[in-house]
Nanobody, 123 residues
Framework: QVQLVESGGGLVQAGGSLRLSCAASGRTFSSYTMGWFRQAPGKERVFVAA????????YYADSVKGRFTISRDTAKNAVYLQMNSLKPEDTAVYYC????????????????WGQGTQVTVSS
């Protein structure tokens, strides 16, 4: 089992920044990739970004490329999502998740999920 706890969400104006954190505990050695997903009201949960623990390979959804940066701290078992130039359409609940796969954008490939943190971007 892997436990994930997100933090750092909040309310921000368009153009602003937020940094989300995800703290992992438990059998973290079994995780190869950490990902961030988001779910806007009335919509399905979608992929945002992912990073591999060992090789530090990152991958982003086109909608956030150039604005968001994913990073990880292996010593702290933590993953971060730096979000800049936020837009109202970035408003969603953001979830971190882990998978044993090398890299995946598919929600179904991820085994463990956090409870989510709300990000609201006002116009």
């Amino acid at each position: 089992q892997v436990q994930l706890v997100e933090s750092g969400g909040g309310l921000v104006q368009a153009g602003g920044s937020l940094r989300l954190s995800c703290a992992a505990s438990g059998r973290t050695f079994s995780s190869y990739t950490m990902g961030w997903f988001r779910q806007a009201p009335g919509k399905e949960r979608v992929f945002v970004a992912a990073v591999t623990w060992r090789t530090y390979t990152a991958y982003y959804a086109d909608s956030v490329k150039g604005r968001f940066t994913i990073s990880r701290d292996t010593a702290k078992n933590a993953v971060y999502l730096q979000m800049n130039s936020l837009k109202p359409e970035d408003t969603a609940v953001y979830y971190c998740a882990t998978t044993q796969r090398r890299m995946s954008v598919a929600e179904n490939d991820y085994d463990f999920w956090g409870q989510g943190t709300q990000v609201t971007v006002s116009s």
